[in-house]
């Protein structure tokens, strides 16, 4: 069975990237069994083959970590945030996913998006890198994902996937799909992204800043976010990164609350292998979330 909300439905995960400290799958399994222990709902990680060219940073590969971090725990959701699909074969991440959610009983979330740089997740390694053609391929490749995953038949004719009568079992344990949660940057200056998150089942908004870096939204830009968002279905996920002080717990609550009032459902208390000291992640996992 999937897991359920706690408390007053707001939940909370840890959002760690699989890079530097972070890229050792034991202590990942660690940090995710001590953070479940002490009330989190969620550990999920980035997904990148590599971060940049020139940080020769060690990374751990996302996939294998989140099989770790489920089959060690019981009760946390867990999965990638977020993958850039269209790097992958949708077969090929249908079965593994289909897989892992029987693994965790119904607890993986599965985050997409078309990538955070062109250059490290597509032109390293031989890919198309142009935006317009990732976003084709990352829409294409969910609507056949879907379609795999509900355990019927399926022939596809498209222009980036081709399916000639392949049905795949088992499907999820979920249904009717394992969650998929969108990321979307803003200002939104192509719509898209927002536009794919209200067809699926959430999003994971980030704030491009003016030097290019990303971050969670602050309050009135997820007001924003929210308003510029095509109509969705009930149950829609808002899953907000961030970051907050662990030493001072009344602020921290006083700000989920302005964010769950703002329309956050899910807390993701961000952290990065370069500004961030991992003892934060650590007395974060310790204490447990900052529940208003």
Do not use: C
Request: glycine fraction near 10%; hydrophobic fraction near 45%; aromatic fraction near 8%.
């Amino acid at each position: 069975m999937a897991a359920q909300p706690t408390g007053d439905g707001l939940r909370f995960g840890l959002l760690l990237p699989n890079a530097g400290y972070y890229a050792d799958p034991a202590r990942l399994l660690q940090l995710a069994q001590a953070a479940e222990g002490s009330g989190w709902d969620g550990v999920f990680l980035w997904d990148h083959l590599l971060l940049d060219r020139a940080t020769r940073l060690p990374l751990a590969d996302s996939w294998t970590a989140v099989t770790a971090i489920l089959a060690g725990t019981r009760r946390i959701r867990g999965g990638s945030l977020v993958t850039p699909l269209a790097q992958r074969q949708p077969w090929k991440v249908a079965r593994e996913t289909a897989t892992l959610d029987h693994v965790s009983g119904g607890r993986l979330v599965f985050g997409v998006g078309l990538g955070a740089s062109g250059d490290t997740d597509f032109a390293a390694f031989g890919l198309d890198p142009d935006v317009a053609a990732r976003a084709r391929r990352v829409d294409e490749s969910l609507a056949v994902l879907d379609r795999l995953w509900s355990g019927r038949e399926v022939s596809h004719r498209g222009d980036q996937v081709r399916l000639d009568r392949v049905t795949f079992l088992p499907p999820p344990v979920q249904r009717p799909r394992i969650p998929v949660w969108v990321a979307a940057t803003w200002p939104a200056s192509n719509p898209g992204p927002l536009a794919r998150a209200a067809r699926w089942d959430g999003v994971v908004p980030m704030v491009r800043e003016p030097g290019g870096g990303l971050r969670g939204p602050d309050q009135a830009e997820l007001v924003a976010i929210l308003a510029a968002t095509p109509a969705r279905a009930a149950g829609w996920t808002v899953a907000v990164p961030g970051r907050l002080a662990p030493d001072d717990p009344p602020r921290a609550r006083a700000l989920i609350a302005g964010y769950r009032a703002a329309g956050a459902t899910w807390w993701l208390e961000f952290f990065d292998p370069w500004r961030r000291d991992p003892r934060q992640a650590w007395s974060w996992a310790a204490q447990g979330p900052p529940r208003p």
